[in-house]
Each structure stands twice: as structure tokens, then as C-alpha cells.
């Protein structure tokens, strides 16, 4: 970009002072290197002399004189260089591409949200709210509290979630269904999810639940998002063909490698699960003819190369996955610490750049994690909470208690009450506390560059660590920071070799 330098000279008194820490991201590896302007959610790809200015400046504190000195002895670049490098960023500064400022913040940090009732946003990004009241627009359905699978980090504790082995009622089912359209009020979409424990081996409510949905979703005018997550193990024919009927969204379970699969996910007997899974996940993503499924896998410490999983996951034939972080006490020895995380941020590098290079070639490999949309991502009340857990994303177990999401589900402090009636009272008032639950009420996020791409972690792996939604899982942090790093990474090489 050839600019006007003298027109622009000035535009970075604006950075003295300017939290570079809060607000920008530069990372290089190898010949490639970008900046990440936080608050524009822009990616920019620099080249040599300009990554070294924008460094320079962040090393200086946005003062220029000093961050010059720096650039005309240490990295011998010329004056001329760095007037126009200097210019081009103040093309962009002044597009609101880079050294952007967090508008947002002074309205959050001193204020409650109440982004369950975000309506809309005017011309002048102003949040319109009204009176706090949850609106439900997804329900995970703890159809089955029981599992033909005994996995070692199951959080479910092998399926009951610290209760008893039970299935849902079709009655109970229905009135779950009705309590989402009760408090879905104006969302014309809403979700649902059969989950579990395993949620096939409860297959005849599924189906009988999936036709009543449609219709009362049909009836209420409302547009309907079904999926069931499932080990895979009673993918049988049947099953496979109402679920392709039926049009549900599917989640496939799969760690990777046969050690590795079979060392987390055995049978109740102990044996592996490897080969009946493998068999029967191929055969249902052929008959989708790999669209709308993803496979979902879980890494330990047992498995510190996990890339290798995810391109084994990729070798099978699968191109829609994920193989994702295990939430653990750090009692377990299977959990991940910090003197993981440079093998950890080694292996994403490998898969990103293993990724391309067979996209290279022409095949196709989705990874979920890696999978930013910048341009058209989530809406700012997303960006801002995250999943929606308590308010907009709720849980329902077999017996029909409400719970902020699936991880909460069977711990009584977070219990809301029941699908047959309404959520108010001191429930109301814990919906509230996860509403306002939001990256600027959150412990180190206003600081956080990944602040609105991870939107402060995990609630459940927040309280689990410290016992405060608002005080962020350390580790969680690291491994969100590393993930997104590299999915950045990924991104511009990708851009790179479209251009």
C-alpha cells in the first residue's frame, strides 16, 4: 500500500499509553508473521521490516522517537522504510483496522450486562436492553444418565452424573420441549441436543421426542436445530436412516489412534472400543457423504502428540473434527499442566501446518478449532459471553431438573428447577449471575488479547478450578491462547497462498 507520509505522520501520538498487551497480537513463525487488532477483529499479514515496526513499537510503548532508534540501529532499516511502513500503519489505524480501542469497556467494567436481553445494536453500538429475564433458545436432553462406554475422563462420571442409571420419559421429554418454547419467547431459532451418557440406548423416546418437536416447533413458528452427540456404538442401519431422515446434526466420538482410543474409552469390561467405533463412524459419515457430523475427540496427558490423532482422525476418511483439551482435576493423572504447554503449543503447530499442506493437495480437512470467521463470526453478545450457559443455553437431566449446562448438571447449587414450570425466584437469580458472567466481570480477560474469541473460558472449568465463574481456569487460559494463536497462524497461511 504506497500512502501520503506526511498526511499521516502524527497518528501515533494516539499510542502513548495505548495497552498493546490488551489490544494486539504479533506473532511470527518461519518466514510468516501477522498482527491482530483485537478490538476490529482484523488480520493482517507483515512482512519482515514491517513486523520489526510493529514490535519496535509495542517494545516502546507506542513512543516512536525511541521505537525509531531502535529500528534505525538494531535492524538497520532505513529512514525512508520506516516513514512509509509508518504511514501504511496509519492507514490502517485510521480505516479502525489497528491500535484500535476497546469501546466497549467503560460501558461493561462498571455496569451489569443483562446480555441475555440484548435486542439489537443502533447506529451508535449502543447494547438495547430491557428488564433482566433469561430467554432459552438451546436445550441439551440428558436422554440416557447411563453408557455402554466406561471412558476414564468421562466428567458425566461414566454416564450418571453423580446420580443413578436412569433414561428420560417421553412425558418428561415433551415437557422439556414446552419449557423451551415457553421461554424461547421472540427467537425464532432454537436448538436441542440428545445428549447423555450414551443417548441411543434411549433411541425409541429419541425418535417419538424428534417428530413432537417438529411439530410443536412448526406449530409455534419457530425454526429447529436438532443434534445428538453419540459414542457411535449403536450406529446400526435403523438408526443411521432416521437420523439422515430426520436431518439431525451429528457428534461422533473418537480419540484417534487405537492405543490412544482404547486406553480412555473402553467397555464396561475393560476391552478396547476402537474397532466396533472406527467401523461404524465410517459408515455413517459415508452415508452423509461427509457433510453434517463432526467427530470430536479429547487429548490427555497419556497422548502429548495429539496431532497425530487429529490427522489419524483425518487418515480414516473423516474431514469435519476436533480433538480438544480434557477438563480434569489436577488430582488426575491424566490431566493437563502447565509443563505441558510447549508440547502442546508444538502440536498445534504441526497440525496447522499439517493441515495445509494437505489442503495443498486438494483434501479436504475441517478442523473445528481452527475454523475463525472474522469477518461474519458471532454476534457481540456472543463474543462477550460465550456459550450462553444459564440464560440462554440450559440443561435438562432424565428427571426433568434444569441445570446452566451440561457440565452442571447433578451439582444442587445450580439447579433451576423443572422443565414443567418457569425459571424465577433465586433460580432467576443465578441466571442472572452467569449473564453477567461476561469477559469485562471476568478476572485478567479486559487484558486478555483472546478475550472475544475464547469469551473467558468455560464456566464449569472456571468454578471447577477456583469456585468462581468470574476468576478464569489458568491452564484454560493457556491452552484457549495457544489454540487461537495458532488458528490465527492458520488463517494467514491460508490467505497467503490464495494470494
Not at 512509509?84 to 461493561?108: M, P, Q, W
Not at 486406553?263 to 476391552?271: F, L, N, T
Not at 457481540?380 to 434444569?402: H, I, N, Q, T, W
Not at 449473564?435 to 466481570?441: E, R, V
Request: a negative charge; glycine letters at 8%; charged letters at 25%.
Amino acid at each position: 500500500m504506497k500512502s501520503d507520509a506526511s498526511a499521516n505522520r502524527y497518528w501515533w501520538t494516539d499510542l502513548q499509553g495505548y495497552d498493546f498487551t490488551a489490544h494486539i497480537l504479533t506473532f511470527a513463525c518461519g518466514d510468516l508473521a501477522f498482527v491482530y487488532d483485537v478490538n476490529s477483529n482484523s488480520l493482517h499479514r507483515l512482512d519482515r521490516p514491517a513486523q520489526q515496526i510493529v514490535e519496535a513499537l509495542i517494545d516502546n510503548r507506542g513512543d516512536v522517537n525511541a521505537a525509531t532508534s531502535q529500528l534505525l540501529c538494531e535492524y538497520q532499516l532505513s529512514s525512508e522504510l520506516i516513514e512509509e511502513i509508518f504511514a501504511e500503519l496509519g492507514e490502517l489505524k485510521k480505516a479502525g483496522l489497528l491500535f484500535t480501542k476497546d469501546d466497549l469497556a467503560r460501558r461493561y467494567s462498571y455496569q451489569g450486562s443483562e446480555l441475555a436481553k440484548v435486542e439489537r445494536i443502533d447506529t451508535e453500538e449502543e447494547i438495547v436492553s430491557e428488564a433482566y429475564k433469561p430467554i432459552v433458545k438451546a436445550l441439551c436432553m440428558h436422554i440416557a444418565h447411563d453408557c455402554n462406554l466406561r471412558c476414564t475422563y468421562c466428567f458425566a462420571g461414566t454416564g450418571p452424573f453423580g446420580g443413578d442409571r436412569s433414561l428420560m420419559s417421553l412425558e418428561t421429554g415433551q415437557e422439556a420441549i414446552e419449557f423451551l418454547l415457553r421461554h424461547s419467547q421472540g427467537r425464532r431459532h432454537i436448538e436441542i441436543d440428545f445428549f447423555g451418557g450414551e443417548p441411543l440406548l434411549n433411541f425409541a423416546v429419541v425418535k417419538d421426542l424428534v417428530a413432537y418437536a417438529k411439530k410443536r416447533a412448526a406449530e409455534e413458528e419457530k425454526v429447529l436445530k436438532l443434534t445428538l452427540t453419540t459414542n457411535g456404538l449403536l450406529l446400526d442401519d435403523e438408526t443411521t436412516r432416521f437420523l439422515n431422515e430426520e436431518g439431525l446434526s451429528v457428534v461422533l466420538s473418537l480419540d484417534g489412534r487405537p492405543n490412544v482410543h482404547d486406553a480412555m474409552r473402553p467397555y464396561i469390561d475393560g476391552q478396547g472400543s476402537y474397532e466396533e467405533v472406527v467401523e461404524n463412524l465410517q459408515k455413517f459419515a459415508q452415508s452423509r457423504q461427509n457433510q453434517d457430523y463432526y467427530v470430536r475427540g479429547t487429548y490427555t496427558r497419556h497422548n502429548p502428540d495429539f496431532a497425530a490423532d487429529a490427522l489419524h482422525i483425518h487418515d480414516l476418511g473423516f474431514v469435519h473434527l476436533s480433538v480438544e483439551p480434557v477438563v480434569a482435576s489436577p488430582q488426575d493423572g491424566y490431566a493437563l499442566t502447565m509443563e505441558d504447554l510447549p508440547q502442546i503449543d508444538e502440536q498445534y503447530r504441526i497440525l496447522a501446518e499439517e493441515i495445509h499442506r494437505r489442503k495443498q493437495k486438494g483434501e479436504e480437512l475441517n478442523f473445528f478449532h481452527f475454523q475463525l470467521d472474522l469477518a461474519e463470526g458471532p454476534c457481540l453478545a456472543k463474543r462477550l459471553s460465550g456459550c450462553g450457559a444459564g440464560f440462554e443455553y440450559m440443561a435438562v437431566d432424565p428427571k426433568g431438573d434444569l441445570y446452566p449446562c451440561h457440565q452442571f448438571v447433578g451439582q444442587e447449587k445450580f439447579k433451576l428447577g423443572h422443565v414443567s414450570g418457569t425459571i424465577e425466584g433465586q433460580s432467576q437469580e443465578v441466571c442472572r449471575v452467569f449473564a453477567d458472567a461476561h469477559i469485562y466481570h471476568k478476572q485478567g480477560c479486559p487484558s486478555c488479547w483472546a478475550r472475544f474469541l475464547c469469551s473467558g473460558g468455560c464456566h464449569a472449568n472456571n468454578e471447577a478450578e477456583s469456585g468462581d465463574l468470574r476468576i478464569p481456569s489458568k491452564i484454560g487460559c493457556e491452552l484457549a491462547r495457544i489454540r487461537l494463536k495458532w488458528a490465527l497462524y492458520a488463517k494467514v497461511l491460508m490467505e497467503a497462498e490464495a494470494q
